[in-house]
C-alpha cells in the first residue's frame, strides 16, 4: 500500500524527503511513475512552506490574524 502523497493545495508541489518538488520530479523521487492513476491516488492536499509563509504575509496585511500574539 503506498503512502500518502502530499500535495500543496496552492502551488501543487509535492513533498518528498528531499524538499517540496514539481510534481513531475517528485513523483519521480518517490518513484511513483507518473500515470493517471497514481496521480490521482492516495493524494492529500497540504501546504508547503512557501505558500505558508505567503499566506501568513497576505493575513497579516488583511489583518486577519494579529501582527503579534495577544499578550494578556
Ligand atoms: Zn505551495
Known amino acids: 500500500m503506498a503512502d500518502l502523497i502530499s500535495e500543496?493545495?496552492?502551488?501543487?508541489?509535492v513533498k518528498t524527503p528531499a524538499g517540496w518538488k514539481g510534481e513531475?520530479?517528485?513523483?519521480?523521487a518517490l518513484g511513483v511513475?507518473?500515470?493517471a492513476?497514481?496521480?490521482?491516488?492516495?493524494?492529500?492536499?497540504?501546504i508547503c512552506?512557501?505558500?505558508a509563509a505567503m499566506l501568513k504575509m497576505?493575513?497579516?496585511s488583511l489583518g486577519l490574524?494579529?501582527?503579534?500574539?495577544?499578550?494578556?
Open 8 to 13: 500543496c493545495a496552492w502551488c501543487n508541489k
Open 24 to 28: 513531475t520530479q517528485a513523483l519521480r
Open 33 to 35: 511513475d507518473n500515470s
Open 37 to 46: 492513476t497514481s496521480r490521482t491516488q492516495n493524494r492529500t492536499h497540504g
Open 49 to 51: 512552506p512557501a505558500c
Open 58 to 60: 497576505q493575513w497579516y
Open 65 to 72: 490574524i494579529p501582527a503579534a500574539p495577544a499578550c494578556n
